[in-house]
């Protein structure tokens, strides 16, 4: 597939199984026309097969404009969600990152091929063990999956250069910024469980900068850092 982006001309490799128009069409309309720009966040989402990640039920409505039901009451993300999450954290290649909220495993596959290194913390065990399954089967051997409570981070692994959280916090937890190498880039939405902004928050020497980026709905992050589960 080629698509053009800002003027020039991207190549994308073999993407031919039946979903394929579907993905372009995504890519295209969904992304591009939105303003996504990095060329690499395009190529993942171009390449990676969404429809994989979601129950068979809803195969047919994978490129869609919106977030689906993965069970567990949770769900995967829309593809620009995605898609602008993964280029706040401006990855280059040889990063660790950090994924919280698992969930159907696409971001971490999509990480996987952005990132050198992805731990992706998930808290229903039964999503984080059908994620660690599909990874591996499709071959995104560079992603561990860990059942746990991702609000406090993984310290003993830190720091990262990247840290994203695809669930709602009720703040900028203090614990994921000291688990950030200077100049890694967290992107969290903060909020309440109605409504929330995309922040990208980046370390810095004797800091953090902190830039909203949109708003945003998200399902809550449950745990010591974010909410209690009765809600
Ligand atoms: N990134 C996912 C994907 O690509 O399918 C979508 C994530 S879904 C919007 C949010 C996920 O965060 C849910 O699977 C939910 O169970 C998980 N979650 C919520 N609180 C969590 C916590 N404290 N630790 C780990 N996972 C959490």
Redesign the pocket.
């Known amino acids: 597939m080629i698509y053009i982006v800002e003027g020039r001309l991207l190549d994308t490799s073999e993407n031919t199984d039946k979903y394929a128009a579907d993905r372009f069409q995504m890519v295209q309309y969904q992304l591009i026309h939105r303003g996504i720009h990095d060329k690499r966040v395009l190529k993942a989402m171009s390449e990676i097969p969404r429809h994989r990640?979601v129950p068979d039920m809803y195969q047919h409505a994978a490129y869609e404009d919106s977030p689906l039901p993965?069970g567990?009451g949770?769900?995967?993300?829309q593809p620009y969600m995605?898609a602008i999450m993964t280029q706040c954290l401006e990855l280059k290649g040889d990063e660790k990152v950090l994924?919280?909220?698992?969930?159907?495993?696409?971001?971490?596959a999509i990480l996987s091929v952005l990132a050198a290194h992805v731990y992706s913390?998930?808290?229903?065990e039964p999503?984080a063990t059908k994620a660690k399954y599909l990874l591996k089967d499709l071959g995104y051997g560079n992603v561990e999956v860990i059942v746990?409570?991702?609000?406090v981070g993984l310290p003993d692994h830190s720091p990262f250069q990247g840290i994203i959280v695809?669930?709602c916090s009720p703040k900028i937890p203090q614990n994921l910024i000291d688990q950030l190498a200077i100049g890694g880039r967290l992107v969290i939405p903060v909020g309440n469980p109605f409504g929330q902004t995309l922040f990208q928050v980046v370390k810095t020497e004797t800091g953090t900068d902190t830039k909203g980026i949109l708003e945003c709905v998200?399902?809550?992050?449950?745990?010591k850092e974010?909410w209690r589960e009765e809600g």
């Open positions: 990640f993965i567990e949770q769900t995967i993300s995605v994924e919280i909220g698992t969930g159907s495993g696409y971001q971490a913390i998930e808290r229903h999503l746990g409570d991702g609000s695809t669930a998200f399902v809550p992050l449950i745990g974010g």
